[in-house]
């Protein structure tokens, strides 16, 4: 029974293929990702977050394997998308920083998507227990762990929330400390100039007196 159970887990755990990662997009640079689909009508889901550099922006496009664009944008700071891929073959995820001239920018990026082939193969694998209906007792496990990936995906996507929301206070935090920086050197100078004014009026003034004097 146990057995049955760790290995209707681990089947579930299957039905959903994905990659996440982080890179860095350079500044007049493109990148691209590819995902190869098995079998038509798969749902895709696409996840992007900039974490810091520039603005937060980035252009991206996603093109089917016929090169016909799906979803585009410009200048966009984090996206989360559905679509349902209706065709065999590898599509692809581009990133565009051509605007940026000399901000590169850090990205978050994830997809992922259905996998009923392996779906199906667990369930037809899956042995049958003594005095039980297999394929009820299956579909209540399956039924527990889909609402338990419901709750882990709603908090991951939380936590993807507030590490975006952190990283982006930092990266404000970091422009401002350099801005306070840069103007207090420039405030310094000023005084500085101010004061070497001065000194040179007062010693000017001095002289013109004492011409008049003599």
């Known amino acids: 029974m146990l057995v049955g159970f760790i290995l209707t887990l681990l089947g579930l755990?299957?039905?959903i293929a994905g990659s996440a990662?982080?890179?860095?997009?350079g500044a007049q640079e493109k990148s691209c990702?590819?995902?190869f689909t098995k079998r038509e009508s798969t749902s895709?889901?696409?996840y992007f977050a900039v974490q810091s550099g520039g603005s937060f922006d980035v252009d991206y496009v996603i093109t089917d394997p016929d090169g016909n664009?799906?979803?585009s944008d410009q200048k966009q700071?984090?996206?989360d998308y559905v679509f349902t891929a209706h065709k065999v073959g590898e599509y692809e995820f581009c990133f565009s920083n051509e605007m940026s001239t000399f901000a590169e920018k850090v990205v978050d990026f994830e997809i992922t998507f259905d996998n009923e082939d392996d779906a199906n193969g667990f369930k037809a694998n899956m042995p049958e227990q003594p005095n039980e209906k297999p394929l009820a007792h299956v579909e209540n496990m399956q039924s527990t762990v889909n609402k338990i990936e419901q709750q882990l995906d709603g908090l991951y996507k939380t936590l993807q929330y507030y590490k975006t929301r952190n990283n982006r206070n930092q990266a404000t935090v970091r422009s401002t400390e350099s801005r306070i920086y840069y103007f207090s050197i420039f405030e310094v100078a000023l005084m500085v100039g101010m004061a070497f004014l001065?000194?040179?009026i007062v010693q000017l003034f001095f002289k013109g007196s004492r011409k008049q004097l003599v």
């Open 13 to 15: 755990s299957q039905l």
């Open 21 to 25: 990662f982080t890179f860095i997009l």
């Open 33 to 35: 990702y590819y995902v």
């Open 44 to 46: 895709i889901r696409y």
């Open 69 to 71: 664009v799906i979803l």
């Open 77 to 79: 700071r984090q996206g």
């Open 198 to 200: 001065q000194i040179t």
